[in-house]
C-alpha cells in the first residue's frame, strides 16, 4: 500500500470509490461527496495528509462527518457550508481551532467530506479513521475502546441551527443525536470526538486514507482493464468472495433515523447455497445462507460488488436484478476485543449469533 | 392585589395553590415543586422578588423550567439540581452570570421550581413571567411576540445529559427541544431566552408572581372559611363559572412529549347543556358544549376546580366521579393581538373554530 501525502483533485475519483468499498453498503453515496471535495479542493488548494506520526501531541483532532439515514441523504443534498459551520461551532465551543481534520469512519460520504471541510478550512486531513469500515451508529468507533469522548459534539442542519451535546456517554451521545438527525429532517453534519493529537494517535485505526485511495486504484485500474476487481482485491485485502447471485428482493425502510432492511441474493449457478439474505442497517451486518448459517457477520466487512464491473454497491443502490458478488473482510483485529464486540457484535444489533471471525466461518462449512 | 416583595418558606403554599390554578390544568403537580423550593429557601434563605421597574437594562434575566408531558413529569421526579445545571451550563455558554431568574409560565411546578433555582444560586426572582397561564410549546411566550430568541438553550437531565441549542426560530427550538425531551425520558429541566433588563422589561407579562401569591392566599382563605372560592375568584379577577358536573370519561395519552386527551363533564342538574367536553394538550384548550359550542377557547383560560375545595385540578389528577366546576378567565390582552392568536389561538391547535373572547361566547350564547 502506498501512503498517501496529498489529496488532489484528481484524487478524489479513487477514494470515493474507495471509501464507498469500505462502506460495506453504507457511508453514503460517493458521488455527491466526492464533487464536494472536488469543488473545495478547486477552490482552494490540495489537502495535506498527515500520517499518525506527523500529529503533534497537542494538536486539536476534529473528526466531521454526515450523520443519518443514507436513504435520505440521497435527497437531501448538503448545502456545502453546514459541515464547516458545524466546525466552526465546534471550536467556537472549546474556545480553541482545529488543527487537522479526521474522518470518523470510511464510506462514500464520510470519507470524502471531510476532505471537503480540510480543503475549504485550510487544514491537514489525517491518515487514519475511527472504524476501518462504516458502522451506524455513533459509539461504534475506536475512540470509545480508548475512552475518548464524543462530546463535545455539535449537529447543524441546511436551515441553520445548531445544537451542542454534552452527554455523560458515548451511546447517550448517539441516542440523543439520532432523535435530533430525525428532527433535522434525516441527516445533518456532525462535528464530534475532539480529541487531542496524542489522544488521536492511541485510539485511531491508521493509514485508512491510505488503504482507501490504494482499493480505489485498484478498483479503477482492474475495471480499465475489464477485469473484475474482486480477485485482486481479494488476493491484497485477504479478502473473501462469499457469493454471486442476483439480486431477487429488497426489503427496506427508513426508521429511527436509519435505513434498516434486507435483500435476497439467488445464486446464478445450482450452488449448494442456493439463496444469501443480505441484513442491514445503514450497513450490511450479517450474510446468512437460507438455513441460517453465517458465512459473515459483523465486525467483519461485507460488500457488496457489481458482478460485471466490481463497482462497489450501497444497500440504498441495491435494487432487484442487480447481478453482484459479496464479497467479504476480515475487520481490524480491534473490533475483535471484548469491547470492540460489545460495540459492533452481531448481539448489538439483536442477532443471536455469537461472533465467529469471517476466516473461521469461510473454512469450517 | 398585594406586591410581594420577598418569598419565604411559609409564601409557597399560596404560590404552588395560584400557579396550579393558573396551570389550566397544565403546569405540572404543584406539591413537588413546592417541596423543592421549601427545601431550598430553609437550606439557603428567602427569595426577593424584583418589580419590573427594579430590573437593570443591562443585567441578565434568565427563565428555568420543567418541559415535558405532566403525566411524565410526576413519575420522574426532579433530583433537584438538574436546574442548577441547565442555569449553570447556559451561563458558561454565554460566558455571564444570570442577574435574576424568571419563570417562563405560571404553573404548579413552573412557578415553583424557579423560585428553588433562584433560592439555591442566591438570585432574586422576577415578578412576570412569559405567559400570564401555562401554555404548551415553548414559544408561546410574550418573548416571542417581541422578538426575544429561546436561544441559546440548555436542556438537562437528572443523569447528567446537558444540550446546548441554537435554532433559527423559536419554533424550531420547540421542535428541538420537544424530541430532546422524549429522549430525555419524557422530561428535562431547561434554561432558555436570556434576556437583558431591558429586554425582560418590554416582553414579560408583569406582576405574575404578585397574582399567584393573592390567588392562593384567596383559595386558602375561601377553603378555610368553608366557602367555595370559585365566587371570590369570579369576583376579583372577571372569572366566569362555565359548567358545574361530575367527570364521566377521560381519555388521555402521552404522545410527541405532550399529554393529549379530554374529558367529559356531566351537568348535575337537568341543565340546558347536559355535557360539556375539555379538550386538552398539557393544558386545558377548549370546553365545548355537546352541540359543538364553544364556551371557551385557548388562549383564554379554562381552569378546573374542585366543587366542594375550589383546589385547581390538573389535567393528570382528573379521574372519573371527579365533582368539578369549570372556570374561565380572560386571558392577558396580549395574547389577543394577531401574533398572540398566530401562537396560541385555537387554530394553531388543530381547532377550526375561530378565537373569540370568553366574555363574547358566554353573554352572547
Redesign the interface.
Known amino acids: 500500500m502506498d501512503r498517501i501525502t496529498q489529496i488532489a483533485r484528481k484524487d478524489m475519483i479513487d477514494i470515493a470509490l474507495g471509501g464507498a468499498f469500505l462502506g460495506t453498503g453504507g457511508g453514503g453515496d460517493p458521488y455527491i461527496g466526492r464533487l464536494m471535495a472536488e469543488q473545495a479542493i478547486t477552490a482552494n488548494r490540495p489537502v495535506d495528509v498527515l500520517a499518525a506520526d506527523q500529529i503533534d501531541d497537542d494538536s486539536l483532532i476534529v473528526p466531521v462527518a454526515m450523520m443519518g439515514a443514507p436513504t435520505v441523504m440521497l435527497e437531501k443534498l448538503p448545502r456545502g457550508d453546514e459541515a464547516i459551520a458545524a466546525l466552526r461551532?465546534l471550536e467556537a465551543?472549546l474556545g480553541r481551532k482545529a488543527s487537522a481534520i479526521f474522518c470518523i469512519e470510511a464510506g462514500g460520504l464520510n470519507s470524502t467530506i471531510p476532505i471537503a471541510v480540510a480543503a475549504a478550512a485550510g487544514l491537514p486531513i489525517v491518515d487514519g479513521d475511527g472504524m476501518g469500515r462504516a458502522f451506524p451508529e455513533l459509539q461504534m468507533v475506536s475512540m470509545t475502546m480508548y475512552d475518548v469522548h464524543a462530546c463535545p459534539m455539535v449537529m447543524s442542519d441546511e436551515?441553520?441551527?445548531?445544537?451542542?451535546?454534552?452527554?455523560?456517554d458515548n451511546l447517550?451521545t448517539e441516542?440523543?443525536a439520532r432523535?435530533?438527525t430525525?428532527?433535522m429532517g434525516g441527516a445533518g453534519m456532525i462535528a464530534l470526538y475532539p480529541m487531542t493529537g496524542a489522544e488521536a494517535k492511541r485510539a485511531m485505526l491508521r493509514d485508512s486514507l491510505s488503504l482507501i485511495a490504494t482499493i480505489g486504484r485498484v478498483i479503477r485500474s482492474e475495471q480499465a482493464a475489464n477485469r473484475n476487481p474482486a480477485d485482486r482485491l481479494a488476493a491484497d485485502l485477504d479478502g473473501i468472495r462469499l457469493f454471486e447471485g442476483r439480486v431477487t428482493d429488497v426489503e427496506r425502510r427508513t426508521e429511527g433515523g436509519f435505513a434498516r432492511g434486507q435483500a435476497k441474493i439467488e445464486g446464478l449457478n445450482d450452488d449448494v447455497d442456493q439463496t444469501l439474505t443480505l441484513k442491514f442497517q445503514n450497513e450490511f451486518l450479517i450474510a446468512e445462507t437460507s438455513d441460517g448459517r453465517p458465512l459473515a457477520m459483523t465486525p467483519d466487512l461485507i460488500c457488496l460488488l457489481d458482478l460485471d464491473t466490481g463497482q462497489p454497491i450501497t444497500t440504498e443502490q441495491m435494487a432487484y436484478g442487480y447481478r453482484v458478488i459479496v464479497f467479504g473482510l476480515p475487520c481490524d483485529p480491534k473490533w475483535r476485543s471484548e469491547h470492540g464486540l460489545e460495540l459492533v457484535g452481531p448481539q448489538y444489533f439483536g442477532y443471536e449469533h455469537s461472533y465467529q471471525p469471517i476466516e473461521t466461518l469461510t473454512t469450517n462449512p
Chains 1, 2 share one sequence.
Open positions: 461551532a465551543f436551515k441553520g441551527n445548531a445544537l451542542v451535546l454534552n452527554t455523560v447517550s441516542k440523543f432523535v435530533i430525525v428532527e
